[in-house]
Structure formats: structure tokens, C-alpha cells
């Protein structure tokens, strides 16, 4: 497959599903990233471990009529991040988690998508970086195997007050983890001062890719405004055989100041610059 893009469903928490999904295909994309944050998204947890084929074939029908298809599904089980995590061990999470895990991965199979992609979890009080990403990994063991029996990939999400803030980090888990891939937001790492050549060492464990406008200390702004360096990011990715999915994905969250962007109109001329990064990359 070729480097395709798509757009996240959790870009307007307000608007209804439907909305959102024909602002997507508007804007022209062509795939959605589908969020599954606990019960804070248009696809609610609950939901889905109600009845995980049920749930799927119902935003089957409302993808398809818009003419797109699942990108991704981006489970965060607890909007606590100390829990229901890789890392956690709070009596019973672990256990909880896996079934969670489960129904999602029947639910992302239901709806075609790639893979799942989910959080790595935190450093504890009292705990060594080096001690959580043990943990990451023996809790991220089992998922990923829970996800081959499917067919689909697993992969963490590198993040700001996460296990594996930095690209060596991350490359930590992923010797520790067999198996396991990387969704790549650069705008967790750019915030942090990672420059792009450092982010594409993780190349070819890279399944997913999230982007949006950012830099040394800012999550998210305008695209004019942008100082992460989209032309060679992508193009380095392109030369190392990536081929999955470009998914714009602003979020609205006043964390950050997340809550001060267009979000339509970001995703629109983001979706542009990277049809014309590819066009570029592809002569």
C-alpha cells in the first residue's frame, strides 16, 4: 500500500459522529483515525465491551457511507494514565486491561483497520525510567499477541509524560518487545526539542504516523506558524520503506493550549501540505 492520509475522529469532541465524519471526507481525506479514549469519544469504551462486533458494524455503516475507511483505532482505556496502562500495577488493571484489549482488537477486525494503537504508560513515584519500561514491555507483551492472532499491529504511542519520551527510550521498549511498532506523533517529541533525523532512527518500527503544526514547546498551532519539519519527516519515512497512513490529528483540549486552533481549517491545510510533500517525494 501507499502512503495514504487520513484524519482523527477526536478532532471535534463536540460535533456528532456523522459531522465529523463528512467534514472528514470533505476536507479530503480518505481514512478516519477512530479514538477510544475511555468514554470521551464519538466510539465510548463502554461500548464496545458491550458488544464489540455490534458497535463495529454500526460505524462500518456510517464510515462507508462517507466513503472512508479505518485507518486506525487509538484505544486509551483510563483518561487516568496511571492506570489501565502497561505500566500500572494497581490490583486487578493488568488483567482488566488485557480484556479491554480484547474487545477492542475484535472491534478494530470488525472494521478492517490496520492496527491499535495505545499509550505505553508512566514512571511511577519511586520508580526508574528503566524499571517502567520493563514494565511497559511485559505489559505490552500479551496485547501484542492478542492483536497477531487477528492480524493486527500493535504500537505505542511515544508522548510527553510517558515511559519513552525520547526516541532512544523508545527504542528501549522496542528491543524489549518483539513485535511491537510505533505510532509516531513528532509533535511530542519536537516538544521536548527532538529534532526530525533523531525521530526517523525509529523508522522502521514506525506502523502509524500522527502530525500536526508544532515545535520546541508547543503541542499544537497553526500550520503557518509550524516549526517541525513535515518535507523531511515524511521523506525520510518514504526512503525507509514506510506505508501506511499520514493521519492529520489536531486535538481540542485546553491542555496546552490545544483549544486554540481551527481545527477544520488546520486539518484542511495540513491535509494539502502533505499531498503535495508526496506528490513532491513520488517524482
Request: hydrophobic fraction near 45%; charged fraction near 20%; charge should be negative.
Amino acid at each position: 500500500m501507499s502512503i495514504q492520509l487520513s484524519c482523527n475522529d477526536y478532532a471535534w469532541p463536540t460535533l456528532s459522529h456523522t459531522v465529523v465524519m463528512a467534514i472528514i471526507a470533505d476536507l479530503g481525506f480518505g481514512a478516519i483515525d477512530v479514538g477510544l479514549f475511555a468514554d470521551a469519544t464519538h466510539v465510548t469504551l463502554a461500548s464496545v465491551r458491550e458488544n464489540p462486533q455490534r458497535r463495529a458494524e454500526s460505524l462500518c455503516r456510517s464510515v462507508e457511507q462517507h466513503g472512508l475507511v479505518v485507518a486506525d483505532v487509538f484505544l486509551t482505556a483510563s483518561l487516568d494514565l496511571t492506570r489501565l496502562t502497561p505500566t500500572s500495577r494497581n490490583a486487578g488493571d493488568q488483567a482488566e486491561l488485557q480484556e479491554i484489549f480484547a474487545a477492542t482488537v475484535e472491534f478494530a477486525s470488525a472494521t478492517n483497520a490496520p492496527g491499535i494503537t495505545l499509550l505505553p504508560g508512566v514512571v511511577s513515584d519511586n520508580q526508574s525510567q528503566h524499571m517502567a519500561i520493563a514494565l511497559a514491555a511485559a505489559g505490552l507483551a500479551p496485547l501484542v499477541g492478542l492483536g497477531a492472532e487477528r492480524g493486527l499491529a500493535v504500537s505505542v504511542e511515544p508522548h510527553v509524560g510517558s515511559c519513552i519520551e525520547t526516541p532512544e527510550a523508545t527504542r528501549d521498549l522496542l528491543d524489549l518487545c518483539p513485535g511491537l511498532t510505533v505510532t509516531l506523533d513528532p509533535g511530542h517529541f519536537a516538544f521536548l526539542g527532538t529534532d526530525v533525523a533523531s525521530m526517523l532512527t525509529l523508522a522502521d518500527r514506525v506502523r502509524h504516523v500522527q502530525l500536526r503544526p508544532g515545535g520546541h514547546g508547543v503541542m499544537q498551532t497553526r500550520l503557518p506558524e509550524n516549526r517541525i519539519d513535515f518535507r523531511s519527516l515524511v521523506t525520510g519515512l518514504v526512503e525507509s520503506g514506510y506505508s501506511g497512513y499520514l493521519a492529520s490529528e489536531f486535538v481540542w483540549m485546553e491542555k496546552w493550549g490545544c483549544d486554540m486552533t481551527d481545527n477544520v481549517a488546520e486539518s484542511g491545510r495540513l491535509g494539502q501540505l502533505l499531498r503535495e510533500i508526496l506528490s513532491e517525494v513520488d517524482r
